[in-house]
């Protein structure tokens, strides 16, 4: 098993910034690739970027630009710099991992709101 815990969320303005953390424990070794999702009431959860256990990373265009994602298999840990912040980008934010059997896990999410 695979416990993954989001912080970082938060109210910011536009045009602000924020940095958002994911810690792994449990089963560690077994995580493969890492994510970032994002959901509003009343839509589905959509993919925010993800990032290989090799680094390789991918964004959604919705985001390419001004999100960074990044993780340190050293200490368990993901990241997502979020700059440029913008209204349409306030949702409830969750990280997932997925292991070596392709099981997937996820946190609890973590919100973030900006202001107009």
């Known amino acids: 098993q695979v416990r993954l815990v989001e912080s970082g969320g938060g109210l910011v303005q536009a045009g602000g910034s924020l940095r958002l953390s994911c810690a792994a424990s449990?089963?560690?070794?077994?995580?493969?690739?890492m994510g970032w999702y994002r959901q509003v009431p009343g839509k589905q959860r959509e993919l925010v970027a993800s990032?290989?256990?090799?680094?390789?990373?991918n964004y959604s265009d919705s985001v390419k630009g001004r999100f960074t994602i990044s993780r340190d298999n050293a200490k368990n840990t993901m990241w997502l710099q979020m700059n440029s912040l913008k209204p349409e980008d306030t949702a409830l934010y969750y990280c997932?991992?997925?292991?070596?059997?392709?099981?997937?896990?996820w946190g609890q999410g973590t919100q973030v709101i900006v202001s107009s």
């Open positions: 990032i290989t256990s090799g680094r390789w990373t």
């Open positions: 997932n991992a997925n292991d070596e059997s392709f099981r997937s896990y």
């Open positions: 449990g089963r560690v070794s077994a995580i493969n690739d």
